[in-house]
């Protein structure tokens, strides 16, 4: 198998590029001359990302467009087949994009609308474009966690928070944070020797457009935070160098902070959970893994 060379003239998928962590690490990808594709769900938000990240990778960066409501998994698995039918490489596949909800919303599948988006998106869109990234082996998967993960358990017993929408919100986007590493833990078990490595990312605390869409008084507490708050591209730092340095090519199935592999959890390293998680994902999704059980 071929060493990883980089970035450059890679195909690299983002979802979430549009602001925040995802906008500048796709701009930083670009300076690297990744060959660049974002999810967006917002035409005019990705026409400000595209023309955002073009500036940054100069002249003759190509950046491509595909739209996507990760909350719906129609809209997953349209992605999914638009991606397969146009690209027979994806050496990248970055699974980004994430929010947390002030109140409990039902996604157009009937599912709770901060696990649809955070988990259940990056585990259905990763699983139907497996078989290509193997494929394209060397290829990385990385996803975006977070410390807010810390505390969480994977609520089995109520995986559509019917009971009950923790925590105003951040209960429930802590327990997503942690299946993001939960599966990182397990599509990493379950890509052993492919070639093909997965591994998630804390990227601190970053002000971005991360809870601004809950209301005036979190979009004023957001702003109070703001001075102790990292720089999108400081948030990015971690995810851009785990997609192009050649130092994390025999890392898989990491939980990195500070472009450092960090100890997650206790629950985060439960391999017997990643593996229910996983069962119960396939579950939800209907999606079947290319990759041995
Ligand atoms: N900010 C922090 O302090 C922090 C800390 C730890 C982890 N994180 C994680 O970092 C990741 C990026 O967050 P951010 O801070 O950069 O927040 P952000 O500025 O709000 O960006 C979130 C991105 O996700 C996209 N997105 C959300 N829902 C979507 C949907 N249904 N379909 C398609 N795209 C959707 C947004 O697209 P639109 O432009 O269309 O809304 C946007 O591009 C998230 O996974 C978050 O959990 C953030």
Redesign the pocket.
């Known amino acids: 198998m071929q060493d990883w060379t980089g970035v450059a003239g890679k195909r690299v998928i983002i ?9 500048a690490a796709a701009c930083e990808l670009a300076r690297r001359d990744a060959r660049l594709s974002i ?4 035409e005019s ?1 990705a026409g400000a990302a595209v023309t955002r990240i073009t500036a940054a990778g100069g002249a003759g960066t190509e950046v491509q467009v595909l739209d ?4 719906s998994q129609a809209s997953v698995r349209t992605l999914a087949a638009e991606i397969l039918a146009g690209h027979p490489r994806i050496d990248v596949l970055i699974n ?4 947390i909800y002030g109140s409990r919303q039902l996604t157009v599948d009937g599912l709770e609308l901060t696990w649809a ?2 988990h259940l998106a990056p585990f259905l869109l990763t699983n139907l474009l497996l078989e290509r990234i193997r494929a394209s082996a060397p290829a990385r998967i990385i996803t ?5 993960h810390h505390g969480a358990h994977v609520p089995f017993d109520d995986m559509n928070a019917e009971r009950g929408y923790r925590g105003r919100g951040f209960g429930r986007y802590g327990e997503t ?1 942690l299946a993001n590493i939960l599966f990182t833990v397990e599509l990493a078990r379950r890509l052993e020797g492919t070639g093909v490595t997965a591994n998630c990312f ?5 002000a ?3 809870n ?1 869409n809950n209301g005036g008084l979190m979009a004023f507490g957001m702003s109070l935070a703001r001075p102790f ?1 990292r720089s ?1 591209e400081k ?1 990015a730092d971690t995810l851009v160098w785990l997609a192009d340095s050649a130092e994390v090519s025999a890392e898989s199935g990491g939980y990195f902070a500070n472009r450092r592999r960090s100890m997650p959890s206790a629950a985060a390293q439960d391999l017997a959970v990643a593996r229910r998680l996983w069962e119960v994902s396939e579950e939800q999704t209907g999606a079947r893994a290319a990759t041995a059980p």
């Open positions: 979802t979430g590029a549009t602001r925040g962590i995802g906008l999810v967006a769900r917002s938000r996507a409501d990760l909350s980004n994009a994430g929010a988006v955070n975006t966690s977070s410390g807010a944070k804390h990227p601190g605390f970053v971005s457009g991360f601004r708050a999108p948030g």
